[in-house]
């Protein structure tokens, strides 16, 4: 087949295409990268380098409130308001397993959930996606295959007296699942455990809680996000 002018033409327009692509990056990748950059009226190099500038700015930011971060403190807090110490091991299982899934799903009442918004944020820098839904029908949202699945209940009613759709949707998915509550629940449901192990009132439940996630997030960053 003669190599025609046209061809030729075709040719170079596609070499000069390559030319702005980064080496790390496929056509169809770079063809979704231009359309987001033609979107914001910018030219793509000019987007690269503000997606770089913001990651060195957020790294920079969490180097600085993560770098002053106790852990020993609240690790000290928590544990007096336990029956038994935390066992480091478990925090750093804990981790190990929203570091390993694309997603960390919570699930369970507004009042527990609204604890975790400083975490979700805090999450977010880590480049990690930490989502919470309600257990009510129409409003649950479904897991996907690698999503992590995080149950949130003090008295163990999120498994014993959950609607079939949350059942369905949730419970009977082959997602990984760990539980959180105030006393060791056993259920077929769950891969992991973790209590409070508190008699406190439900006020300081809730401090447990909250100190916890201070707790986990704060070993995540010294586990996969510190260099």
């Given at each position: 087949?003669?190599?025609?002018?046209?061809?030729?033409?075709?040719?170079?327009?596609y070499?000069?295409?390559l030319?702005?692509?980064?080496?790390?990056?496929?056509?169809?990748?770079?063809?979704?990268?231009?359309a987001y950059?033609?979107?914001k009226?910018?030219?793509?190099?000019?987007?690269?380098?503000?997606?770089?500038?913001?990651?060195?700015?957020r790294?920079?930011?969490?180097?600085?409130?993560?770098?002053?971060?106790?852990?020993?403190?609240?690790?000290?807090?928590i544990?007096?308001?336990?029956?038994?110490?935390?066992?480091?091991?478990?925090?750093?299982?804990?981790?190990?397993?929203?570091?390993?899934?694309?997603?960390?799903?919570?699930?369970?009442?507004?009042?527990?959930?609204?604890?975790?918004?400083?975490?979700?944020?805090?999450?977010?820098m880590?480049?990690?996606?930490?989502?919470?839904?309600?257990?009510?029908?129409?409003?649950?949202?479904?897991?996907?295959?690698?999503?992590?699945?995080?149950l949130?209940?003090?008295?163990?009613r999120?498994?014993?007296?959950?609607?079939?759709?949350?059942?369905?949707?949730?419970?009977?998915?082959?997602?990984?699942?760990?539980?959180?509550?105030?006393?060791?629940?056993?259920?077929?449901?769950?891969?992991?455990s973790?209590?409070?192990?508190?008699?406190?009132?439900?006020?300081?439940?809730?401090?447990?809680f909250?100190?916890l996630?201070?707790?986990?997030?704060?070993?995540?960053?010294?586990?996969?996000?510190?260099?």
């Amino acid at each position: 087949m003669p190599y025609t002018e046209a061809s030729k033409r075709a040719t170079l327009k596609y070499m000069k295409k390559l030319k702005r692509i980064p080496l790390d990056m496929q056509i169809p990748q770079y063809s979704r990268l231009k359309a987001y950059c033609d979107h914001k009226g910018k030219p793509v190099n000019t987007v690269i380098k503000e997606i770089i500038f913001e990651k060195i700015v957020r790294i920079k930011q969490i180097r600085e409130r993560y770098d002053k971060f106790e852990k020993d403190k609240i690790l000290s807090v928590i544990n007096q308001l336990r029956k038994s110490p935390i066992d480091m091991n478990d925090i750093d299982g804990i981790c190990y397993e929203i570091n390993k899934h694309d997603r960390f799903i919570v699930y369970g009442s507004p009042t527990l959930l609204n604890l975790l918004f400083d975490f979700q944020v805090d999450m977010k820098m880590f480049d990690k996606t930490v989502l919470l839904s309600s257990v009510n029908n129409g409003k649950i949202l479904v897991p996907k295959n690698n999503d992590l699945i995080g149950l949130f209940t003090a008295t163990g009613r999120l498994l014993g007296c959950c609607d079939a759709k949350f059942q369905e949707v949730v419970l009977d998915t082959k997602n990984t699942k760990i539980l959180f509550s105030k006393s060791q629940i056993n259920s077929e449901y769950i891969d992991f455990s973790f209590s409070m192990d508190t008699d406190n009132d439900y006020y300081e439940m809730h401090y447990v809680f909250l100190f916890l996630f201070d707790l986990i997030k704060t070993r995540y960053y010294e586990l996969y996000i510190k260099e």
